[in-house]
C-alpha cells in the first residue's frame, strides 16, 4: 500500500471519529467560549481612593481567585449546564507562571474543557479588583498573556501534534476541513509514511482569518466573546460564527476602547451594562427611556439585539425590530449583596445556556437574573458563579410576574411594562439581519397562553369630544388637554395618543407631558396627519419639493414623540393614493414612498420607531398606493429599517377584504407588526364604522386575539373606535373589557387543545371546540 493511501486512510479515519463525537453529542452541542483568563488579586477597601489618595485595606492580605470574563463565563456555562450533556468549551492563552498552572488545573476540575487553549511566553493576566462593603467591584486588568493572540500564530491543534517526525505539506486530497493544511509526516524508516498528524489552522495560511476559526465553532450551539482580549480576535470569530449560523454573544465589559461598525452586524446579543452602554453609545442611561434611546443608536450603527443589565433594576432585552422584555432583578432571599464581580458573567452564561436549550426568552431572562442574584452574595468571580440546581430553584421560586416579584415583562409602546409568560423561540433570534421574524413570530402553535391578559391600553383621545353632556365636572375641558383629562376616568387605561400636528399644536411638550402626570398616564405613540395641502400625495407627492416637507413634518412627529417619552410615530399616509385609472405612476409613487420612509426613520431620534399605519381606501383617496397587509410588509421589507414597522387596524383590515388573524400573523412573523388598532365595522358600501372591538366579529376578534400572543405582541392596545352617540369613556371602558374576557377565552380554548385542529384543518373540530365553550355557563348553572 502507498503511502499516500497510508495516509488517506488514516486521516479519514481520524475525520470519522471527529464526526462520530459530534453526532454522539449533537443534541447536546457545547458553548464555546473564546475570552481572557485572568488571576484575580481582591482587595478588600471601605471606599475608592480619590486621585492622589492613599488609602489602607481593610484585610491585611488580598484574596486570590481565578477571574478574568472569559474564565467566568466559560466556569459558570459548565455548572449552569451541569448534568444535561452540554459541556463548556474554553479558548483562551495561558501564561508561563505559576498562576497559569493553578488556572488550568481549576478550569479542567469545574468541567471546562481546555484542550484548545494555548500557552504563551508571558505571565498570566490580572485582575485588580478593589471591592467595596456593598459589594461594589472596580477592576484594573492587567492583559498580559491575554494579549498573545497574533493574527498570524497557529491557532489550535486539535489533533495530536508531537510525533517525530518532520512535517512539510501534504499533496491535494479530494476533500477538504474547513481552513485547515493538511500535514504530511515523515519518518526516516519508513520515508513514504504519510499521516495527518495535525490539523493547522493558521490565521495567515491559505484562508482568511473568520475560516481559521470554522473547525473550532463546527458543532457549537453559540459563541460568547468579551473584550479583554485583541478585537480581532474578536472579529475573526464572530465572521466565522456568522458564516456558519452559529449565534454570538459579545460581552461589551473589558477594554475601554470603541466598538467597530464591521463587528456589530457579525452579533446576534451585544450585552453591556448601563454604564458600558453610556460609554458605547456617548448617551446617557440613568432611566430607562434613555437605555431604549442609547440602544436604538447602537442598533442604527449595525447592532441587532441588545441584552443590557441594570444592577438592581434589572435588564433589558431590546429586540432588532425594537421589541422590549424587560426582566426585574431576583434576590436570594435572606442574603445581601457581598461582591458583584462577577454577577454579570454570571447572568451572560445562565441567558446563554437557557438560549442554547432553546428556552422562551422571557425564561431566558428569568434563569439569567437568578443566576446573577446568587452570585453577588458570594466573594471572588469563579467561587460566585451559581450552579444549575440552585439558580432554576431561585428562578422558580417567585411568581413569573411583573414587579418587586422579580418576574419578566413586556414593555409595550406605552413604556410601561405589561406582564405574562411568551412562548417565544428564544433560538429564533438568529434570524436575518435587521429583523426578528422567528423571535417575533414564531412561537410554538401549541403555546399556552396565560390566563391573565399582558397587555396595556389605549383609546382614541379624539373620542372624548363625544357626549360633552355627560363628561360633567371631571370630564376636563373640551379640548386637548381636557379630554386627556377624561381618558383618566377610563379604568385599565394607560397612555394617550397624540395626533401631530393637531393635538401637539399651541402646546409645549412640557404641557402635554404636565397634563399626562396629571392624569396618570403615558404617551403611547404620536399618530401623524397630513393637513389637505398634500392632498396629491404626501410621500408619493409629483412634487420633489412636498415630498420634502412631507419627510420634514413626519420627522417633527418624530420629535415631539421623543420629547414626550413615546416610542412610536404613527404614521397614516391617508393622501398617498389616487382615485382614477391613469392617474398615478404605480412604480414611481412605490419608489418615492420607499426613499421617504427611509429618510424619515434616519431623521428620527434614537429610540423612536416609524410604523405605517396602510388602509386600502379612503374617502382622501379612493385606492392606496399602500393597499393591503402584504404590500405593506412588503414596503416595509424594501424600506430595510430595523426601527420601521407596521401598524395593523381592525377596520381597515376588513375593509381590504382581509382576515385580520390572518395579517398578524403575516406581519408579527416577519418581526415588523409595531401597533394594533382594534375596533369593528360592518363594512356596508366600503364605509369604515369605527364600532367596538368585536361587536360585529366576535369570532374573528377571537382569533385575532389568540394571534396577537402567537406572534408575541409586545406594544399597547390602541382602540380606534368612534363612539358618537356613545358615553365615550364607558365605550372604551366596554373595549378593554371585551378584549380581556376574549384573551381569557383563549387561554381556556387553547389549553383545551384549540391549536392542534390547525395541524390537520379540522373545522368541525374547531366549531365543536367553540360551541362546548359557550355552553360552558349554562353547563356549570344546570350542574349547580
Given amino acids: 500500500m502507498s503511502w499516500l493511501r497510508l495516509g488517506a486512510l488514516r486521516l479519514i479515519a481520524l475525520c470519522c471519529a471527529l464526526r462520530l463525537s459530534h453526532c454522539s453529542a449533537a443534541s447536546f452541542q457545547p458553548i464555546l467560549v473564546v475570552g481572557s483568563v485572568n488571576v484575580d488579586i481582591i482587595i478588600n477597601v471601605d471606599r475608592l481612593p480619590a486621585a492622589g489618595e492613599t488609602i489602607m485595606t481593610?484585610?491585611?492580605?488580598?484574596?486570590?481567585?481565578?477571574?478574568?470574563?472569559?474564565?467566568?463565563?466559560?466556569?459558570?456555562?459548565?455548572?449552569?449546564?451541569?448534568?444535561?450533556?452540554?459541556?463548556s468549551r474554553f479558548v483562551c492563552q495561558f501564561g508561563n507562571d505559576a498562576h497559569a498552572a493553578m488556572m488550568e488545573k481549576a478550569l479542567v476540575a469545574e468541567g471546562v474543557d481546555v484542550s484548545a487553549s494555548g500557552h504563551v511566553d508571558l505571565p498570566s493576566g490580572n485582575g485588580i479588583v478593589l471591592l467595596e462593603p456593598d459589594g461594589g467591584a472596580t477592576s484594573i486588568v492587567l492583559g498580559g498573556s491575554n494579549t498573545a493572540f497574533e493574527q498570524a500564530r497557529p491557532l489550535l491543534a486539535l489533533l495530536p501534534q508531537t510525533l517525530p517526525y518532520t512535517a512539510k505539506p501534504c499533496s491535494p486530497l479530494?476533500?477538504?476541513?474547513p481552513a485547515c493544511l493538511l500535514v504530511q509526516t515523515q519518518h526516516s524508516p519508513a520515508p513514504e509514511r504519510c499521516t495527518a498528524c495535525a490539523w493547522r489552522c493558521t490565521l495567515a495560511g491559505l484562508q482568511g482569518p473568520a475560516e481559521a476559526w470554522a473547525a473550532l465553532l463546527e458543532g457549537s450551539a453559540l459563541v460568547m466573546l468579551q473584550r479583554e482580549v485583541p478585537e480581532h480576535v474578536n472579529m475573526a470569530v464572530a465572521a466565522a460564527a456568522k458564516a456558519a449560523g452559529i449565534p454570538v454573544l459579545l460581552d461589551v465589559g473589558g477594554e475601554d476602547r470603541p466598538i467597530a461598525d464591521e463587528l456589530l452586524p457579525l452579533l446576534d446579543y451585544l450585552c453591556p451594562n448601563e454604564s458600558e452602554l453610556a460609554r458605547l453609545s456617548k448617551m446617557p442611561t440613568?432611566?430607562?427611556?434613555?437605555?431604549?434611546?442609547?440602544?436604538a443608536s447602537l442598533q442604527r450603527r449595525g447592532a441587532r439585539n441588545l441584552l443590557v443589565t441594570l444592577g438592581s433594576r434589572g435588564a433589558l432585552l431590546i429586540t432588532a425590530d425594537g421589541g422590549v422584555l424587560r426582566q426585574a432583578a431576583l434576590d436570594q432571599p435572606g442574603s445581601r449583596v457581598v461582591d458583584a464581580t462577577a454577577a454579570g458573567d454570571a447572568f451572560r452564561a445562565a441567558f446563554a445556556v437557557a438560549l442554547a436549550?432553546?428556552?422562551?426568552?422571557?425564561?431566558?431572562?428569568?434563569?439569567?437574573?437568578?443566576?446573577?442574584?446568587?452570585?453577588?452574595?458570594?466573594?471572588?468571580?469563579?467561587?460566585?458563579?451559581?450552579?444549575?440546581?440552585?439558580?432554576?430553584?431561585?428562578?422558580?421560586?417567585?411568581?413569573?410576574?411583573?414587579?418587586?416579584?422579580?418576574?419578566?415583562?413586556?414593555?409595550?409602546?406605552?413604556?410601561?411594562?405589561?406582564?405574562?409568560?411568551?412562548?417565544?423561540?428564544?433560538?429564533?433570534?438568529g434570524g436575518s439581519p435587521g429583523t426578528c421574524a422567528a423571535a417575533l413570530g414564531a412561537s410554538p402553535s401549541a403555546a399556552a397562553m396565560p390566563a391573565d391578559c399582558p397587555y396595556r391600553f389605549a383609546s382614541r383621545l379624539n373620542s372624548m369630544q363625544a357626549r360633552?353632556?355627560?363628561?360633567?365636572?371631571?370630564?376636563?375641558?373640551?379640548?386637548?388637554?381636557?379630554w386627556v383629562q377624561r381618558q383618566s376616568l377610563v379604568a385599565d387605561l394607560s397612555a394617550v395618543v397624540f395626533n401631530h400636528p393637531q393635538h401637539t399644536a399651541g402646546h409645549s411638550p412640557a404641557q402635554l407631558r404636565q397634563a399626562l402626570d396629571a392624569a396618570g398616564l403615558a404617551a403611547g405613540g404620536v399618530a401623524l396627519r397630513f393637513p389637505d395641502h398634500f392632498a396629491l400625495g404626501a410621500f408619493t407627492n409629483p412634487d420633489p419639493a412636498l415630498r420634502h416637507l412631507a419627510v420634514q413634518m413626519a420627522a417633527e412627529g418624530c420629535r415631539w414623540a421623543a420629547e414626550l417619552g413615546a416610542p412610536d410615530l404613527?404614521?397614516?399616509?391617508q393622501w398617498d393614493g389616487y382615485d382614477y385609472h391613469f392617474q398615478v405612476d404605480y412604480q414611481a409613487a412605490w419608489r418615492w414612498?420607499?426613499?421617504?420612509?427611509?429618510?424619515?426613520?434616519?431623521?428620527?431620534?434614537?429610540?423612536?420607531?416609524?410604523?405605517?399605519e396602510f388602509k386600502p381606501t379612503d374617502e382622501s383617496t379612493r385606492w392606496s398606493i399602500v393597499p393591503s397587509a402584504a404590500a405593506a410588509l412588503l414596503l416595509a421589507q424594501e424600506v430595510d429599517r430595523p426601527s420601521f414597522g407596521l401598524t395593523l387596524d381592525v377596520g381597515h383590515m376588513l375593509l381590504a377584504g382581509e382576515s385580520p388573524a390572518q395579517s398578524v400573523a403575516l406581519v408579527g412573523g416577519a418581526g415588523k407588526l409595531f401597533g394594533m388598532h382594534l375596533n369593528d365595522a360592518h363594512v356596508k358600501l366600503g364605509a369604515e364604522d369605527g364600532l367596538a372591538f368585536a361587536s360585529v366579529n366576535p369570532r374573528s376578534g377571537l382569533e385575532l386575539v389568540r394571534w396577537l400572543h402567537r406572534v408575541n405582541f409586545s406594544g399597547t392596545i390602541f382602540f380606534d373606535t368612534f363612539p358618537r352617540k356613545e358615553d365615550p369613556v364607558r365605550e372604551a371602558q366596554h373595549n378593554v373589557q371585551r378584549f380581556k374576557q376574549l384573551w381569557a377565552q383563549a387561554a381556556r380554548l387553547v389549553a383545551a387543545g384549540l391549536d392542534g385542529f390547525a395541524a390537520t384543518h379540522d373545522a368541525v373540530g374547531v366549531l365543536e371546540l367553540l360551541a362546548a365553550d359557550e355552553d360552558r355557563p349554562a353547563a356549570a348553572a344546570a350542574g349547580a
Avoid: H, M
Fill in 593 to 612: 414612498a420607499v426613499e421617504g420612509y427611509r429618510q424619515l426613520v434616519d431623521a428620527c431620534p434614537p429610540g423612536v420607531r416609524v410604523s405605517l
Fill in 468 to 482: 360633552r353632556d355627560l363628561a360633567g365636572c371631571s370630564g376636563g375641558s373640551n379640548d386637548v388637554l381636557g
Fill in 58 to 87: 481593610r484585610n491585611p492580605a488580598a484574596d486570590i481567585a481565578v477571574g478574568g470574563k472569559g474564565a467566568n463565563q466559560a466556569v459558570a456555562v459548565a455548572r449552569l449546564a451541569a448534568g444535561t450533556g452540554r459541556t
Fill in 286 to 295: 440613568d432611566t430607562e427611556q434613555q437605555v431604549l434611546a442609547a440602544a
Fill in 174 to 177: 479530494p476533500w477538504s476541513l
Fill in 570 to 573: 404613527v404614521v397614516w399616509p
Fill in 357 to 429: 436549550e432553546g428556552r422562551p426568552l422571557r425564561d431566558c431572562l428569568r434563569f439569567a437574573s437568578a443566576a446573577g442574584g446568587i452570585a453577588v452574595t458570594r466573594r471572588g468571580a469563579v467561587p460566585s458563579l451559581p450552579s444549575r440546581q440552585e439558580t432554576e430553584r431561585l428562578a422558580s421560586s417567585l411568581p413569573a410576574s411583573g414587579g418587586s416579584g422579580g418576574g419578566s415583562s413586556t414593555v409595550g409602546s406605552d413604556g410601561k411594562e405589561a406582564t405574562g409568560d411568551s412562548e417565544v423561540d428564544a433560538r429564533a433570534l
